[in-house]
């Protein structure tokens, strides 16, 4: 292909990504260059079509980072609406359920104090308040690619082409991406971000942490009648669907007008390839404990997205020369809180303040190493510290892991003397298809369960047609040969959105099959990425403003 | 030659609408809201007649809440030299109607004097179709609709129409009233730099009393519903089973 020219722009700091800690970076930044009366130049580029449209959590809100950064959101607007109010954990059985009396829970799974929001809107917010504060925010463009200098460090990033066509020649619209250059990029993509995937090969990041661990969450937006309706309540599952050797749950959150967000999370290290996460999830509302709040209601939005359930053990080195990485693309969620909206923001703010103070020394540091002690010395790793042993000790299934989780939260209030580990790698750990019971889901019913395509129809995805497909596959053989042959082609269940798909092979009359990619139904959750045995499929950026457009998720 | 474009704010067309549930509307909050498409065309056939030496001034003007700055501003990074807002509606749930649009617009022609207004065709989120067509009947100029091709000889216009039966080709005189139509053209990719650009250039911020029109609403929404839901299909064994059930069960044949 022949050599594009390429504009470039040149910044303070370049911010990959709109999300929570990518916007508190932002703002924190230019409140400090206000305060000091600094002039600086912040980017913030965001490959949905509007900040906020990529973004999908449950989600509750502990504003501690909040208060800090801004302390009078009240005033300014923020979608803080519904406070928790009243709170439940059930262990549920296929008809039955018991409810955790809340003196068993462990403090950090109490809510007082807390807001269920739209992680959404918020963002929205946040990005209106990063703005107004000058920053640079370009929604529709996507990071393409990391750019380094000779040197090696990180040199900001190109911007994806647009109008390019399916054979990867170029379109009549064609537009070239361009170069960002910047003094410090902040790579804040979220969980599994497709530049932090190669940041972390390229700098041997996690040379000293463990493999990193995933969970899947998926979730509708319903619209309930007002008399199922109480603001404020959240109800959390643990057990029935899933066998006690599967890690996840449930959660259920009642929010401003009627509005009721339920959601299910599966750890990414389940066994059974025949495991549908999709499926558990429709499945767990027909629960007679939870299927009477969908009486009669509305399903009005759907999505899913990955998050990093790994903890503090698994947090790769934060900083690299020319560039840092901030909230879950590091992996700073705190997964007994099932929280991490506070913690990747304090985590952007922190970045924020050590890229500040070295702008004033005029920036003789390539590699923001303050970042690191800051965040060490921070409540946010003094949190995670607490909450390291939760996850990998659900490892023994579901039993010893909540007993192990009473023992080590509260008897030992997180600071146990010991590390658990986590077992295997997420793609390591499927069992072979004849090692593997089938599992047969119900039928969806079309109004308390649905299917992917009516589902995936809700999170308003949309990718131009006529594009490059950007789930890549580093061997086309690959998946036939031992995703389909060994496994029983996972990929098609795994995916919550119908992208992948095994079809009969026209092209051979031996009754063979194909994989068939459906890109266009691609809610960017980064499942596949994670789950793919072979690690053979590689997710990369569409066309900017492409993807889902999530509303109030 | 001035061009005058007027754009409207819309919910996005990826965006699956939902009628609310009090049946007042569409949801439109925290919903993404973009340039009307067919607008977006009419901004870049202007920007291409500038291009192309046609047009020397592009003039784009929207007419609804605070946020239409943004599509504005969409227009002004797409390659149109100025903006004019004129806030008509303090919530995005008012839908200032056709008419009182068409009288705005008119005020901004005769304030402006532009060769050329070219805009969509319609609207896609109340599909009115009518605004264009108001305009000139109000200053009396050519009205040229559903353009899928325009040239410009001089004072005449050449433009190929979308009709039901095919493709029509008219000349008209200018000044003249065009609609866009989806195969005008396919609009540009904006720049990142452009958008940047766009911040800094003008965008005078009116009200419909600055050019006396009432904007209040001649038409009363009684309810808005969801069509109907389609049927689960059905898969049936053999043709003969077909038959029966088309004749029997859909009652499509005797």
Known sequence: ?553 | MKILVPVKRVIDYSVKARVKSDQSGVELNNVKMSINPFDEIAVEEAIRMKEAGTASEIVVVSIGVEKSQETLRTALAMGADRAILIKAADTVDTDIEPLAVAKLLAKVTEEEAPGMVILGKQAIDNDMNATGQMLSALLGWSQVTYASKITVDGDTLNVTREVDAGLQNITAKLPAVITADLRLNEPRYVKLPNIMKAKKKPMDIKTPEDYGVDVSPRLTITSVVEPPARAAGIKVESVTELMDKLKNEAGVLS
Not at chain 1, 379 to 393: I, Q
Request: net charge negative.
């Open chain 1, 1 to 553: 292909m022949e050599e594009i020219e390429r504009d470039v722009m040149e910044f303070d700091v370049l911010i990959v990504g709109g999300g929570p800690s990518g916007l508190s970076a932002a703002i924190r930044l230019m409140q400090l260059a206000n305060e000091n009366e600094q002039e600086i130049t912040v980017c913030l580029v965001e490959k949905g079509s509007e900040i906020g449209a990529h973004i999908l959590s449950g989600a509750i809100l502990e504003p501690t980072a909040l208060n800090e950064l801004i302390p009078d959101w009240q005033e300014k607007g923020a979608p803080l609406n519904t406070p928790v109010s009243s709170e439940e954990i059930m262990f549920l059985s296929e008809t039955g359920s018991l409810k955790t009396p809340n003196a068993f829970l462990p403090p950090a799974m109490h809510n007082e104090g807390n807001y269920i929001i739209s992680l959404g809107n918020f963002c929205r917010w946040l990005g209106e308040q990063a703005e107004e504060l000058g920053v640079d925010v370009y929604p529709g463009f996507t990071a393409a690619n990391v750019l380094y200098n000779e040197d090696g460090s990180v040199k900001g990033v190109q911007t994806g082409d647009m109008g390019v066509q399916r054979d990867g020649t170029h379109g009549p619209q064609f537009e070239p991406g361009m170069e960002l250059h910047a003094k410090q990029t902040f790579f804040a993509e979220g969980c599994r971000g497709h530049l932090g995937k190669e940041l972390k090969e390229r700098f041997n990041l996690e040379a000293d942490s463990q493999t990193q661990t995933y969970g899947i969450g998926i979730k509708e937006l319903w619209e309930v009648k007002p008399e199922n309706h109480q603001p404020g309540l959240v109800v959390h599952t643990a057990g029935w669907p899933l066998s006690t050797d599967t890690y996840g749950g449930s959660f259920l959150y009642h929010l401003e007008d009627n509005q009721v967000a339920v959601g299910f999370v599966v750890g990414l290290d389940y066994k059974n390839p025949y495991l549908s996460p999709f499926e558990e999830f429709q499945r767990y509302k027909t629960h007679p404990k939870i299927r009477d709040t969908f009486e009669g209601a509305r399903r009005i939005s759907y999505g899913a997205r990955a998050l990093n359930e790994g903890g503090i053990q698994c947090l790769p080195k934060l900083t690299f020369p020319g560039g840092v990485m901030v909230g879950c693309e590091a992996g700073t969620l705190n997964m007994p809180k099932i929280k991490g909206t506070h913690t990747a923001m304090k985590s952007g703010m922190l970045a924020a303040e050590a890229a500040f103070e070295a702008i004033q020394s005029n920036f003789d540091v390539v590699e923001l190493v303050e970042y690191t002690n800051r965040f060490h010395h921070s409540w946010v790793r003094t949190e995670l510290d607490a909450a390291r042993n939760v996850r990998p000790s659900f490892k023994w299934g579901l039993w010893l892991g909540t007993l192990y989780t009473g023992i080590d939260q509260i008897l030992f209030r997180g600071k146990a003397p010991w590390t658990l580990k986590h077992a295997h790698a997420d793609h390591e750990t499927l069992l072979t298809k004849d090692q593997a019971t089938k599992i047969d889901y119900p039928k969806p019913d079309g109004v308390l369960t649905f299917d992917k395509l009516s589902s995936v129809f809700l999170s308003s995805t949309n990718h131009e047609e006529d594009q490059p497909i950007h789930l890549t596959l580093k061997d086309d053989s690959v998946p036939v040969a031992i995703n389909l042959a060994k496994y029983d082609g996972p990929e098609a269940r795994f995916c919550p959105a119908g992208v992948y798909e095994y079809v009969a092979d026209e092209n051979k009359k031996d009754g063979s099959q194909r994989l068939q990619i459906n890109a266009q139904n691609c809610v960017h959750c980064k499942t596949c990425d994670i789950k793919d045995p072979t690690q053979n499929i590689n997710w990369v950026t569409p066309q900017g403003g492409d993807g889902p457009n999530y509303p109030n998720m």
